[in-house]
């Protein structure tokens, strides 16, 4: 028996955190959802698979735009053609309500749709039988320890349970009550750091296989599982369409600005990248590196130098100088930006998926949003130099 495990593939998001990104590999980004959902369709055709396993948060909100939902599907059919059953929950993310989708699931689609746990069972064509255990969200949070519903392993020859969470807010449960039900492999998500933690039997959070924020680095993709004997075993495939990477150069060698051109130059890497650029052994070009760096001119500079396979989105200091950066703009229209979040039409706006949890409603009132604006703006003053103050030329 062989099947492929995937969580957490949040197609309709967004890379967060840039600010600057050249037209060229704007178009990669833009692609990038729609190509690593391919490439795990691709992978469990090529390795022939019984089943996928779609762990939860497939999409990255509980209404998936009419785009993301046609090539979601698309891919599905190519499943479909292939004979190859999907077996789909629900996260906190993409919690099931059947009115967001307009468009009809595969037949070869079995989906765990209910906030109650159930087992769907059917047999390999190798004649093995197996037993899926799961559950789905239809609210954005579940408190209810939902480990308490998954029966103890039956007369299926493998018995797999498919969970989605792991702490509060999010179905917690405690390791040993999964290790204890007697199953053969636990697939799990939620957790976007590729994480293995049992072996006996494997329960396994595969991690996002493409990362969408700076913090989505090393990841490990999809995971193959195979019987050998009488366990599972896990291989992990790496599918990813763009990598987040952080990369530390020595400028130890570095005697003029101009140096350092060709040594950038010199980059490479075999996917496409989003790469965080760390300098460090700075002392031979002084303060007019941190100058340069801090005004945003080096960064647009250096990403002409680099192959077209790199999006440098930020550059750093391995020793940040004590003085603040200096932004060259006076400090009013940053008062008069931060005003534009004053209001409640703009704020609600940006904490839009906040607003869906329920347990936040109380909370978030006009005096969060007044001390959240306040906070930001007293960042802001502690954090940057500002044009006019008395030490800046």
Not at 208 to 237: C, D, F, R, Y
Request: hydrophobic share 40%.
């Amino acid at each position: 028996m062989k099947f492929l495990h995937t969580a957490d593939l949040h197609l309709d998001r967004s890379f967060e955190g840039l600010t600057s990104v050249p037209e060229y590999f704007q178009e990669q980004l833009a692609m990038a959802n729609q190509k690593v959902l391919k490439k795990i369709v691709d992978t469990a055709i090529d390795h022939s698979v019984d089943f996928v396993l779609l762990a939860g948060d497939t999409f990255h909100q509980h209404r998936p735009t009419l785009k993301t939902q046609r090539y979601f599907f698309q891919e599905m059919e190519r499943l479909a053609a292939a004979a190859i059953p999907v077996f789909m929950n629900f996260g906190n993310h993409d919690f099931y309500q059947a009115d967001r989708y307009w468009f009809a699931f595969p037949e070869n689609i079995q989906l765990f749709d209910k906030e109650q746990v159930e087992t769907k069972e059917f047999s390999t064509n190798a004649g093995e039988k197996v037993a899926i255990t799961s559950f789905s969200y239809q609210h954005p949070t579940i408190n209810a320890a939902m480990i308490e519903g998954f029966p103890r392993k039956g007369t299926a020859d493998y018995q797999i349970g498919m969970y989605h969470g792991g702490q509060m807010p999010y179905a917690p449960f405690q390791l040993t009550e999964l290790t204890t039900k007697g199953y053969d492999y636990w697939a799990l998500g939620h957790i976007h750091v590729p994480q293995i933690l049992s072996e006996q039997p494997y329960v396994i959070y595969p991690g996002t296989p493409q990362g969408h924020t700076q913090k989505e680095m090393n990841l490990a993709g999809v995971v193959l599982v195979e019987s050998q004997g009488n366990q599972l075993v896990p291989k992990a495939i790496p599918v990813e369409e763009i990598r987040w990477e952080k990369r530390t150069l020595s400028l130890a060698s570095v005697r003029q600005p101009r140096e350092l051109f060709p040594l950038v130059r010199r980059l490479t890497v075999n996917v496409p990248t989003l790469m965080q650029l760390e300098f460090c052994d700075t002392e031979n070009l002084g303060e007019e590196l941190a100058y340069q760096l801090f005004s945003g001119e080096l960064l647009e500079a250096l990403q002409e130098e680099v192959p077209k396979e790199i999006c440098l989105w930020q550059l750093l200091l391995a020793d940040s100088p004590q003085e603040k950066p200096y932004l060259a703009v006076e400090e009013k229209l940053v008062d008069q930006l931060i005003m534009t979040y004053q209001t409640s039409e703009v704020f609600e706006d940006l904490l839009s998926e906040l607003a869906q949890n329920p347990q936040l409603h109380s909370l978030m009132n006009q005096e969060f949003r007044v001390d959240t604006v306040a906070s930001l703006k007293e960042k802001m003053r502690q954090s940057y130099r500002f044009r006019g103050h008395a030490d800046v030329d």
